[in-house]
């Protein structure tokens, strides 16, 4: 039997009124159709989960995963004027285990009365513990709620395994630059928008969409920001430099904890890796900016050196490896010099990967089993009592009693011997290395030439 008044925990969340007149823009330019909502045409074909979602056609729990800007907000708010559900929104930063379990106690007791379905959506889930995730669980596979979930992170690292395969992902994309124009087009003639009060400039609205970088929500507030801007000075028309007065510096778009924080590691580390010194420093720029841990940017600057300029450049690590003792001695935000020298260094050296291929190589055969036959005789320790009966350390040449410093000897087990696993190139200073180690592989093997 129900508890009394439990179904009054949670109130039916009526679909929200029409925006005020002073509401920001952004707010009363948001779509009350799905036919009005700009990009995500991918979305958007008949019988789409989206339009399932959203006409309440079939009770699919969703995540909505994408960029700021790119219109989760928006689907939501259609999904809340689905008047024949229960629409009742959380929002991560500000709810607890307890919250969700009262939604799903409410949702549950009223489907028992014969009562609406439920559409619980939690804004920016992943910041949602995994405890507070685990809590949805039975009652997203139950159908005791349907789940609407919005995030910017990548739901495979912010979000548990079970939920995610209780839910359709859908990706959201960030607009193209058509779609913002098409966005600030549509709200200088709107009624409900600008309604034709100022005229913007083609160099104004350019620079508009690049500084929304595909984010709805930036390009909205910088439109009227410019708008009010001309009319208080007494115009009706918004040209570049009233824009560009209006509107400050671009946010970057980077979260230290997301999915952002992947793509720019990435394009950083890609961007060295093909010797392109200028986009290198761009990304550092974009992490410093961001304020990216420094000790992070270091590490990977050190793990770069061996990983993919090995050999070419032995000082490539000598150089990474100074410039993290530099952070951790000075700090930023003298320390990002020290970064940016170490970037240049490692952009602009020679490239092998060599070492990395070899090490993966050598132990690749060793979690196979290849070469995992015992030491040879002759290296083994003969420091103990009894290891000359054992035969340990009988034959073994001493290197440095040969003028050349390399003696013909067996190192290697069975299975590996004679393998070659380092290859080295002939970029940089890895050609001469390369000489060195075919001569002394043709000593150490016996078949000097």
């Known amino acids: 039997m129900d508890a009394p008044g439990l179904f009054d925990i949670e109130p039916t969340q009526e679909p929200e009124p029409e925006p005020a007149a002073d509401a920001p823009l952004a707010v009363r330019m948001r779509p009350s159709t799905l036919d009005e909502l700009v990009g995500q045409k991918h979305l958007l074909t008949p019988g789409s989960p989206l339009r399932q979602l959203v006409g309440g056609d079939a009770p699919l729990s969703v995540i909505l995963w994408g960029p700021p800007g790119c219109g989760k907000t928006t689907i939501a708010n259609l999904v809340a004027r689905s008047t024949d559900r229960r629409y009742v929104p959380l929002s991560a930063l500000n709810a607890g285990v307890k919250?969700?379990?009262?939604?799903?106690?409410?949702?549950?007791?009223?489907?028992?009365?014969?009562?609406?379905?439920?559409?619980?959506?939690?804004?920016?889930?992943?910041?949602?513990?995994?405890?507070?995730?685990?809590?949805?669980?039975?009652?997203?596979?139950?159908?005791?709620?349907?789940?609407?979930?919005?995030?910017?992170?990548?739901?495979?690292?912010?979000?548990?395994?079970?939920?995610?395969?209780?839910?359709?992902?859908?990706?959201?994309?960030?607009?193209?630059?058509?779609?913002?124009?098409?966005?600030?087009?549509?709200?200088?003639?709107?009624?409900?928008?600008?309604?034709?009060?100022?005229?913007?400039?083609?160099?104004?609205?350019?620079?508009?969409?690049?500084?929304?970088?595909?984010?709805?929500?930036?390009?909205?507030?910088?439109?009227?920001?410019?708008?009010?801007?001309?009319?208080?000075?007494?115009s009706d028309t918004v040209d570049l430099a009233t824009a560009e007065a209006a509107v400050d510096i671009a946010a970057v778009r980077y979260d230290r904890d997301g999915d952002s924080h992947y793509d720019v590691t990435s394009a950083f580390i890609k961007s060295m890796r093909g010797s392109d010194v200028d986009a290198a420093l761009h990304w550092l720029a974009r992490m410093l900016v961001a304020g990216e841990d420094p000790r992070f940017i270091a590490r990977r600057l050190v793990i770069f050196a061996s990983e993919d300029v090995g050999m070419a450049d032995p000082t490539a690590l000598q150089?990474?490896?100074?410039?993290?003792?530099?952070?951790?001695?000075?700090?930023?935000?003298?320390?990002?010099?020290?970064?940016?020298?170490?970037?240049?260094?490692?952009?602009?050296?020679?490239?092998?990967?060599?070492?990395?291929?070899?090490?993966?190589?050598?132990?690749?055969?060793?979690?196979?089993?290849?070469?995992?036959?015992?030491?040879?005789?002759?290296?083994?320790?003969?420091?103990?009592?009894?290891?000359?009966?054992?035969?340990?350390?009988?034959?073994?040449?001493?290197?440095?009693?040969?003028?050349?410093?390399?003696?013909?000897?067996?190192?290697?087990?069975?299975?590996?011997?004679?393998?070659?696993?380092?290859?080295?190139?002939?970029?940089?200073?890895?050609?001469?290395?390369?000489?060195?180690?075919?001569?002394?592989?043709?000593?150490?093997?016996?078949?000097?030439?």
């Open 99 to 234: 919250d969700v379990r009262a939604v799903i106690d409410a949702a549950r007791a009223g489907r028992r009365r014969g009562g609406p379905p439920t559409v619980l959506f939690i804004d920016e889930v992943h910041r949602f513990t995994k405890t507070q995730q685990d809590a949805l669980l039975a009652a997203v596979e139950d159908r005791v709620v349907t789940l609407l979930a919005a995030t910017t992170e990548n739901p495979y690292f912010s979000v548990v395994s079970p939920l995610l395969s209780r839910c359709v992902l859908l990706t959201l994309e960030p607009l193209t630059d058509d779609d913002i124009r098409e966005l600030i087009d549509r709200s200088l003639h709107a009624e409900r928008g600008l309604a034709d009060a100022v005229t913007l400039h083609d160099d104004a609205a350019d620079h508009l969409v690049r500084l929304a970088s595909g984010d709805a929500r930036r390009a909205l507030t910088a439109l009227e920001a410019a708008a009010v801007a001309a009319v208080a000075s007494g």
């Open 319 to 449: 150089t990474a490896t100074a410039a993290a003792s530099a952070v951790a001695l000075i700090g930023l935000p003298e320390a990002q010099l020290n970064l940016a020298h170490a970037v240049v260094h490692l952009a602009s050296a020679p490239k092998s990967n060599a070492v990395t291929a070899a090490i993966g190589e050598a132990m690749a055969d060793v979690r196979s089993g290849t070469g995992a036959g015992g030491v040879p005789a002759n290296l083994r320790d003969s420091h103990y009592s009894g290891a000359k009966k054992l035969g340990h350390g009988d034959a073994y040449l001493y290197p440095h009693d040969d003028p050349r410093g390399v003696v013909t000897q067996r190192y290697a087990p069975d299975g590996v011997h004679r393998k070659v696993y380092y290859r080295p190139t002939n970029h940089g200073a890895e050609n001469a290395v390369a000489e060195r180690v075919d001569k002394i592989r043709s000593i150490v093997w016996g078949e000097q030439r």
